[in-house]
């Protein structure tokens, strides 16, 4: 059957409905996409999924009479709060009530290779299905304080100190102690040597301290402060040549410190050496805030370690922001079995 045959106005006809049609769709009317999130926003985003996950996590295991993890899933809603309060656009983002985010941190820190993939959020590609267990939260919390380190880089010193204090507290969280790198690979940068410096002067500080506990006391409590001592001796070497090495010129001890008590048992050694370790972690945040990506990564590494070490001298969480001064953890009343 042979097809029937268009007139020449029957094709410019119906092109000129096409031309019509077309017309509707209008560049000028087609919605402009929405603007892209600066590498801090997106790093936000990512974070703020990822608390409100891990919160939803805690709630799940607190419903089944996980009495004991009120204080924990009040610390990861007080890491939400603040990362809400300072990013208020994006917490009013789709992203922000806890839905699975593929957002990535802006840039990877030495702990990842040149090769590697985003810094994805650990909790922040999945859901709260499966089985929640504590286990499965001590491992998130061990993911998480481990993929912070290579979140500071590319973000300002304000928010690397923040997310570098948060993972401190993921850190003692999880009870997962960081073994700290290196750092001589960090780049030179003239402000990083003050902060190195200090740094330095806080380990002369710890070494002295736990000179004196090691002398008061005995036993096992004598065989952790020792190995305490140890680590932070090794510490106070390593920055002392980075400083040099920069041209910079190391702080020196002091002949005596002041200590807030003179422990007597060990108990009250415990004590002060979770009180050292507070002020460790403190000092390094400072360092957080240095220009070179690797300072930075180092130091959430060695805040990591002095929070966890502090956690196993005193099992107690005072505050969601280690190192973070005038951070408190909102008080709650927790239940009690039969209260």
């Known amino acids: 059957m042979r097809q029937p045959h ?6 410019l006809a119906g092109g000129a409905v096409i031309v019509a049609l077309a017309g509707c769709s209008a560049p000028g009317d087609v919605p402009a996409p929405p603007p892209r999130d600066s590498p801090e926003e997106a790093l936000a985003r990512t974070l703020i999924a990822e608390k409100a996950k891990t919160v939803a996590l805690y709630d799940t295991l607190i419903a089944k009479g996980g009495d004991r993890l009120v204080p924990f899933r009040d610390r990861h809603e007080s890491h939400l709060a603040e990362l809400r309060r300072r990013f208020p656009k994006v917490a009013a983002g789709p992203a922000a009530s806890g839905a699975p985010t593929a957002a990535a941190s802006p840039t990877i820190g030495p702990t990842a290779g040149p090769t590697a993939g985003p810094a994805t959020s650990p909790t922040a590609s999945r859901g709260t299905s499966g089985k929640v267990s504590v286990a499965r939260l001590r491992s998130l919390e061990r993911k998480a304080a481990a993929l912070r380190p290579s979140q500071l880089s590319g973000i300002s010193p304000s928010l690397a100190q923040l ?5 401190a507290c993921e850190a003692m969280h999880a009870l997962a102690p960081v073994t700290a790198p290196e750092p001589a690979g960090a780049g030179a940068r003239p402000g990083d040597v003050d902060r190195l410096r ?3 002067a806080a380990e002369h500080a710890a070494v002295f301290a736990y000179g004196l506990l090691g002398a008061r006391t005995t036993g096992s409590m004598r065989a952790r402060i020792t190995r305490a001592y140890d680590s932070h001796r090794d510490r106070r070497d390593e920055l002392r040549k980075v400083i040099i090495a920069r041209g910079g010129k190391p702080a020196e001890p002091a002949p005596s410190y002041a200590l807030p008590s003179v ?3 060990a108990s009250a050694a415990a004590g002060l050496a ?6 460790i972690v403190a000092a390094y945040l400072e360092l957080v805030a240095a220009a070179g990506a690797e300072t930075r990564a180092y130091a959430a590494l060695v805040m990591q370690e002095a929070a966890t070490r502090s956690y196993s001298f005193r099992p107690a969480i005072t505050t969601a922001f280690p190192g973070m001064p005038g951070k408190a953890t909102p008080q709650r009343a927790t239940p009690t079995p039969g209260g």
């Open 6 to 11: 268009l007139s020449r106005r029957a094709v």
């Open 274 to 279: 979770a009180h050292v370790e507070s002020g």
């Open 198 to 200: 200090k740094a330095l």
């Open 163 to 167: 997310v570098a204090s948060i993972g």
């Open 263 to 265: 422990p007597s048992t």
